[in-house]
């Protein structure tokens, strides 16, 4: 039983990789930098040489090859980026990918299929909200594309393609080879240029525990909608839990993420124009305002525990000095 992973060489997607490789499966990547992917890869699976099929989840053809002869297809690739300067790039590969991929798990009849969602396709929503909530219509353009993803990968579920579809919360952790949103935003609240947070919050999750459920699903099976392991955190304990770990005061203002938004939109249109990271996002302003709990989550891991080895891999990585990772150096790292 060989099992492709798209989205390899990304944060969630090597975990998963890694994780199943720890339990002896066979694991194939379809990726487009083979050697992006083996440096994902290296400080999780102590260098094991894994299979790699070269192409992009927007190509049939490339598809087509790197599922034949799997019995199991992961689908994690997407461009996850609340960046205004990919809005174009993330329309175009997270539906897209969706079709093509899962298109191509049909015709090779492919028996075992996971489709990596977000809790955030879910959105907006009135209250608190579980895997079975109905696919929302957000109002921002990266959670309006894994909402159009997830269209996709209920429709095949309809039409009898035993597609599981799973809810990450956002993620952080240690070995996240391309900083993503949530782990760069931890990384500059902690360098000081994050001063001002919305209200509100988001789920979180760890993306070890993260990676175990979706290795789990993938070789066991499960349900047609699984959440994965996470709880709704508010900015204002997520804050707190940092100071904890770092020992350090980290001041900030909180303001309503409503009033923020405006502040968000001018950032994103200064974004356009200019060649460094703005921190100031839409995207993420707007999921603090209108995420909810996943009710259905499983229970997840401190989140101190989390935040501690997540700023400790930082200041390894040379991402944060050791000043800026306050205690969080000396700390015992919890491990998988």
């Known amino acids: 039983m060989t099992f492709l992973i798209t989205g390899g060489s990304g944060f969630l997607g090597s975990h998963i990789a890694a994780e199943l490789l720890r339990r002896g499966a066979p694991v194939r990547l379809l990726v487009r930098d083979p050697r992006r992917a083996r440096r994902a890869l290296e400080p999780l699976a102590g260098g094991a040489e894994v299979p790699m ?12 090859a790197a599922v034949r002869g799997c019995t199991g297809v992961l689908h994690a690739a997407s461009v996850y980026s609340f960046d205004p300067r990919r809005h174009a790039e993330m329309r175009a590969v997270n539906r897209r990918g969706t079709e093509v991929v899962l298109a191509a798990a049909r015709d090779a009849g492919v028996d075992r299929i996971v489709h990596v969602s977000t809790f955030g396709a879910l959105l907006p929503a009135p209250g608190p909200i579980t895997s079975d909530a109905p696919v929302g219509a957000p ?11 997830e269209t ?8 009898g393609l035993p597609v599981v579809i799973t809810y990450p919360p956002a993620l952080l952790g240690p070995h996240d080879p391309r900083l993503g949103d949530q782990t760069r935003r931890l990384r500059d609240t902690l360098r000081g240029l994050m001063p001002i ?16 459920r979706h290795a789990d699903v993938l070789t066991r099976g499960g349900p047609a909608r699984i959440a994965a392991p996470g709880r ?17 005061r980290l001041p900030a203002v909180h303001l309503p993420a409503a009033a923020l938004l405006p502040v968000g ?30 009710d259905d989550a499983p229970v997840a891991r401190p ?18 000095s050791a000043a800026q990772a306050g205690r969080a150096v000396t700390r015992r790292p919890i491990g998988v």
């Open 303 to 320: 989140l101190v525990d989390t935040l501690a080895d997540t700023v400790r891999w930082l200041h390894e990585a040379g991402h944060l």
């Open 53 to 64: 099929a070269l192409g992009d989840v927007t190509d049939p053809v490339a598809v087509a």
């Open 265 to 294: 939109w001018l950032a994103g249109l200064a974004q356009r124009v200019l060649p460094v990271h703005v921190p100031v996002e839409y995207g993420a302003i707007y999921a603090c305002k209108v995420a909810r709990p996943l």
């Open 139 to 149: 109002r921002e353009p990266y959670l309006a594309s894994k909402a159009a993803a």
């Open 197 to 212: 947070w919305p209200d509100g919050g988001f789920p979180i999750g760890d993306v070890r525990d993260v990676a175990v």
């Open 152 to 159: 996709v990968a209920r429709q095949h579920r309809r039409d």
């Open 232 to 248: 709704f955190v508010g900015t204002r304990e997520l804050l707190g839990a940092l100071r904890e770990v770092t020992g350090r």
